[in-house]
């Protein structure tokens, strides 16, 4: 049996490596220091390789060469446990918001367990799982069971499956991934029948993710990429400081999820300049309230999955007589150490059943309402209002489980700072695709569902089946279905314009023209239909987060297109549809003050499509009632941080904390959110678990 067959039948492919037992600390409390960050490191690796989960963790270090010494050591404990290894160097012409030369050279450094030093890159990964098997057609069916597995359809995974077939005669398929690492577009200079994208920064993301899922189909047991010297973002320019901040912000939230990576610990290593400078993460509120979280308190042990660790002892720190031993997670805890660990990056659970929600019994029933409503009506509008921090994010997430669960495509449209194209849907359809979660096996997004329709003659066929099907009807799927068909007909690559056209990659330059702004809106209308007859699905959830942002980063006239593209989608025009507005309770009130002047200025313009109802959204955002947040009071703050406890002592195992009750009053009293409360009670939790791991390994 194969790796990847191993995998399909629930069984790790490699064997847990525990670290070497000492009943001496190392000589100096430095060197305890790391060794001891060490062990914690490794017990992460195992938390991820049993729950797929992926997390984004931080390092501080004096000096980018002692950074370096240590990730060496995790790169060797790391390749022992069966994980690749990938580390690059960021730097002013290679970082975070040019993200697809980091995932460029994170590929070609990739290096597998057991790889000698120059065996770096896709191709010797390939090489190796050739070699571990009798033949390559045993290779390549072992890849295929693997694939299946962890849902791999995008490029790598077309080009990796040619390089197996072509076992013996590599030369050809490892310079087409070369090439597609370059950023070529195969398709176009191959003329090829099916798609194939080349590797740029919109796509960057979906691949790294795919390499996660591609590297646990071969057989492996997960990745630990690594980031060194990221405290060149403060010598960048305020704008592309900027940009690489917003990244390493949707790369901590997008790690772990639908979207994201599978068994990935991500490191990104920096000086203090990154952390306390003047031009250092602090400038940007959403990324140092997850980089910078309080912890609590314990400064003993650093226990796994805090978000940033230093590197040098803390003052006065002295070494146990034992440090914790890595231990293999519990496999039926899976869902609740995903929540577990999720919990300490301030990350609501991806599993509404782990027991962690407190006070949402109300919006349950509201949620139902909702539901009944939109089966029985075009469209239903509900405004969420919460403040920061206290379980907005908790509710949504709830909110997309629950419309998963009843077979409905959830489709985000979050108003980030870089992102402010919410008044031009020709702009904006492109990442509300890539951001969907559609409820199929693995939770792919819409543009993944289209990957899988393009890449393969077969599947490209149905699709154009599917598509004449459509533009048999009469609306505006059918016109977009028709204008689709009369594209691919006229090409010679097929497969790339249906591409281009379902991903709306091909009017992100267009200006925000009535003409346009309808073609996105049947574009979206042809994705609900094509989702409807190909998987089943009924009619989507569209959230729409972070809408204080109107008020922040938007300018006036932003602001106006802004509200108009919101009456198209919250004014009732997408069949069947629920359509959520996220804002904070203050932007709320601003909005409604503003509305009826800013709507009326809309429906008077000229250009205004008849489906851009401004005197719906302006008469609904009066009349409709939020769904408010719960504000926990302290009696319910008190049984979420019970709760935490009990998740906790089910996945890890009892530990004693004779000072909980009162640890847990002081606080309640400090914390100012439920979020906050929820990371300061797991970090303490997995504090005290960890350090009982060192006299249990005593014993054994």
Avoid at 576 to 603: H, K
Avoid at 682 to 689: A, I, M
Wanted: aromatic share 6%.
């Amino acid at each position: 049996m194969g790796p990847a067959s191993r995998l399909a039948a629930g069984v790790d492919s490699a064997a847990v490596a525990t670290s070497p037992r000492t009943s001496s600390p190392p000589e100096s409390p430095e060197a305890a220091w790391q060794s001891a960050l060490l062990r914690s490191a490794q017990q992460g690796m195992e938390d991820i390789a049993l729950t797929g989960a992926a997390e984004v963790l931080f390092l501080r270090a004096k000096r980018a060469s002692a950074a370096s010494a240590w990730f060496d050591a995790l790169s060797d404990a790391a390749w022992t446990r069966g994980f690749c290894v990938a580390r690059v160097s960021v730097l002013a012409d290679r970082c975070f918001d040019t993200l697809d030369g980091l995932v460029r050279n994170l590929v070609l450094s990739l290096r597998a367990p057991g790889a000698g030093e120059r065996d770096r890159g896709w191709a010797p990964l390939l090489d190796a799982f050739l070699a571990g098997h009798d033949s390559p057609a045993a290779a390549l069916a072992d890849f295929d069971r693997g694939a299946a597995v962890f849902g791999t359809h995008g490029d790598l995974a077309v080009l990796t499956r040619e390089y197996l077939e072509a076992a013996g005669r590599p030369a050809r398929p490892a310079s087409r991934i070369d090439a597609w690492l370059a950023g070529t577009d195969l398709s176009r200079v191959e003329s090829r029948g099916t798609a194939l994208a080349a590797l740029s920064a919109p796509t960057a993301l979906r691949a790294l993710g795919e390499c996660s899922r591609l590297a646990r189909a071969l057989g492996h047991r997960g990745l630990v990429l690594i980031f060194e010297g990221a405290e060149v973002l403060t010598r960048l320019s305020a704008s592309r400081r900027d940009g690489g901040f917003t990244v390493l912000r949707e790369l901590i939230d997008n790690a772990d999820g639908a979207r994201g990576l599978v068994s990935a610990q991500l490191w990104v290593s920096a000086t203090a300049l990154l952390y306390d400078g003047a031009r250092g993460i602090a400038l940007s509120g959403p990324l140092s309230s997850r980089v910078l979280a309080p912890t609590s308190g314990s400064a003993d042990l650093p226990p796994p999955h805090r978000p940033l660790v230093d590197l040098s002892a803390p003052s006065g720190w002295h070494a146990p007589a034992m440090l914790p031993i890595p231990l293999p997670a519990v496999r039926g805890e899976a869902a609740g150490l995903r929540a577990i660990l999720r919990a300490a990056h301030g990350l609501p659970p991806v599993d509404p059943d782990v027991g962690l929600s407190v006070g949402h019994e109300r919006i349950d029933a509201t949620i139902d309402e909702l539901f009944r409503h939109a089966s029985l009506e075009s469209s239903v509008f509900a405004l969420v209002s919460g403040t920061y921090g206290s379980g907005k994010s908790h509710l949504l997430m709830h909110l997309t489980a629950r419309s998963l669960a009843e077979r409905r495509p959830v489709f985000r449209l979050s108003l980030e700072y870089l992102d402010a194209d919410l008044g031009h849907p020709q702009r904006h359809l492109h990442r509300m695709l890539d951001q969907a979660v559609l409820p199929l096996p693995g939770r792919p997004s819409a543009l993944d569902r289209l990957v899988a329709w393009t890449r393969t003659p077969a599947a490209l066929e149905a699709l154009r089946a599917l598509l004449g099907s459509i533009a048999e009807g009469a609306g505006d799927a059918a016109s977009a279905a028709t204008k689709a068909l009369a594209r691919m007909r006229r090409s010679k690559r097929p497969g790339a314009v249906a591409e281009s056209f379902l991903s709306a990659s091909d009017l992100r330059a267009r200006p925000a023209s009535a003409a346009y702004r309808r073609d996105a809106y049947q574009r979206l209308l042809l994705w609900l239909e094509l989702l409807e007859r190909a998987d089943g699905c009924r009619g989507p959830m569209i959230l729409i987060d972070e809408a204080e942002n109107l008020f922040r980063a938007f300018t006036a006239p932003q602001r106006r297109a802004a509200l108009r593209s919101l009456s198209y989608y919250c004014g009732g025009t997408l069949p069947g549809s629920c359509v959520v507005l996220a804002i904070t309770p203050d932007a709320l009130d601003r909005l409604r003050g503003e509305a009826d002047a800013q709507l009326a200025d809309v429906a008077e313009q000229r250009t205004v499509l008849p489906s851009e109802d401004a005197a719906m959204l302006r008469r609904r955002l009066h009349q409709v009632r939020p769904i408010e947040v719960p504000t926990l009071d302290e009696a319910q703050r008190v049984v979420l941080a019970f709760k935490v406890q009990a998740l906790h002592r089910r996945v890890r195992a009892p530990t004693s904390d004779p000072r909980w009750a009162s640890w847990i009053t002081e606080t309640i009293a400090s914390a100012a959110t439920p979020r906050e409360l929820v990371r300061r009670a797991v970090d303490r939790l997995e504090g005290l678990w960890w350090r009982s791991t060192a006299s249990v390994g005593d014993e054994d």
